[in-house]
């Protein structure tokens, strides 16, 4: 406990605790609904368009955030329309963006000249970094995204289940699709910023895959997500300041074990009652 105390007691140990536990509740629960629909590579996708956003801002000499999020709020709709108007799968349309997102991302960096720290800070995670205003940006949008999530969740779990009996069922399925492209795409950019590019898909995937691991129930599985992020995200941070590692790193790291731990026990539990 003293050693929370002293954390604590740090600005910015405050900030990044305060923006995680925001985030990983944030992204864990949009990853339910990836986990379901099997979309998960459209995260790390819009991950990595991101850096094209990043490339701009920095270049530009404008904050990187909120150019990065429009950057990424585009890409989603772009894919979510084209999804509809050309029949061509969304991981094909995904790795298209991706690609083209990440090579234009290079070459404006390429016309940046000197060291960039910005553009470090983005690819690998910096939540030790993140300023007031960035808190505040992470807090009104998360806000907005986990109302609409909770208005919509059991369309979004219609939609996830059966895009067929959603729309039978009244849902109007083009709507609540694009409104849950454009959340994850907002979503996972706030998450580059404590992540990093690299390793921001697993706060949105790890906490559900291990909390499916652990129970049966949907109900069950919604709340073990919740709480296994929240703890994930606890855990790496306290870990990462005690024995001074990179905190993004630590955090999937410490995920990653508590995913292993759960599908340990309920293979475990599967042998002990056959």
Do not use: C
């Amino acid at each position: 406990m003293p050693v929370i105390f002293e954390m604590l007691s740090y600005p910015f140990m405050q900030r990044a605790f305060a923006s995680g536990l925001v985030l990983a509740a944030l992204l864990a629960a949009l990853g339910i609904f990836v986990t379901i629909r099997k979309m998960s590579f459209f995260s790390d996708g819009i991950a990595h368009s991101s850096l094209a956003g990043i490339a701009i801002a920095v270049i530009s000499g404008l904050a990187p955030l909120p150019v990065a999020l429009t950057w990424a709020l585009i890409v989603a709709l772009i894919i979510w329309r084209l999804e509809r108007s050309t029949r061509l799968p969304s991981d094909t349309l995904i790795g298209v963006f991706f690609t083209a997102s990440m090579a234009l991302g290079v070459v404006l960096m390429s016309l940046s000249r000197g060291y960039q720290p910005e553009l470090l800070s983005y690819l690998f995670g910096s939540i030790l970094s993140i300023q007031t205003r960035d808190l505040l940006t992470i807090a009104v949008i998360a806000a907005l995204v986990m109302i609409w999530l909770i208005l919509s969740f059991r369309q979004l779990t219609y939609l996830s289940l059966s895009e067929d009996n959603a729309a039978v069922s009244g849902i109007n399925v083009p709507v609540q699709t694009a409104a849950l492209y454009v959340a994850l795409s907002l979503a996972t950019v706030l998450g580059v910023k404590i992540l990093g590019i690299v390793l921001v898909s697993a706060l949105i995937v790890i906490p559900p895959a291990a909390g499916r691991a652990m129970t049966g129930s949907f109900r069950g599985y919604v709340v073990a997500a919740l709480v296994l992020a929240e703890i994930m995200m606890v855990a790496g941070l306290t870990v990462s300041y005690l024995y001074d590692l990179p905190s993004g790193a630590t955090i999937v790291l410490i995920g990653t074990a508590l995913f292993f731990l759960a599908a340990g026990g309920r293979w475990l539990r599967t042998v002990l009652t056959a």
